[in-house]
Nanobody, 124 residues
């Protein structure tokens, strides 16, 4: 099985920054063989894609609404994926979830391993 544990959420003013972390573990889980992603879900809305990253970290993909503000990265030695969030806006308020999938395409579906989420609240 795969366990994903997010951390780093909190309350921040608009224009501020936060860095989310997602630590992965599992007896048979080879972190470096999984594509990793971040998703978010705001109250009353469906969960949406934020960013994803390939095995080595050189391949990345972002939702349009975070391009230029958020950066996804990973450290395979630490089995951790990060989301650096800058220039935060009130509309970025959501629960942020980490996801893992052995398929780049399937990472955009619901067939992922999921973390429990971390709350990010951006005040105006």
């Amino acid at each position: 099985q795969v366990q994903l544990v997010e951390s780093g959420g909190g309350l921040v003013q608009a224009g501020g920054s936060l860095r989310l972390s997602c630590a992965a573990s599992g007896r048979t889980f080879t972190f470096s063989s999984y594509y990793m992603g971040w998703f978010r879900q705001a109250p009353g809305k469906e969960r949406e894609f934020v960013a994803r990253i390939g095995w080595s970290g050189t391949l990345t993909d972002y939702a349009d609404f975070v391009k230029g503000r958020f950066t996804i990265s990973r450290d395979n030695a630490k089995k951790t994926v990060y989301l650096q969030m800058n220039s935060l806006k009130p509309e970025d308020t959501a629960v942020y979830y980490c996801a893992a999938n052995p398929s780049w395409r399937s990472l955009l579906s619901n067939s992922n391993f999921w973390g429990q989420g971390t709350q990010v609240t951006v005040s105006s």
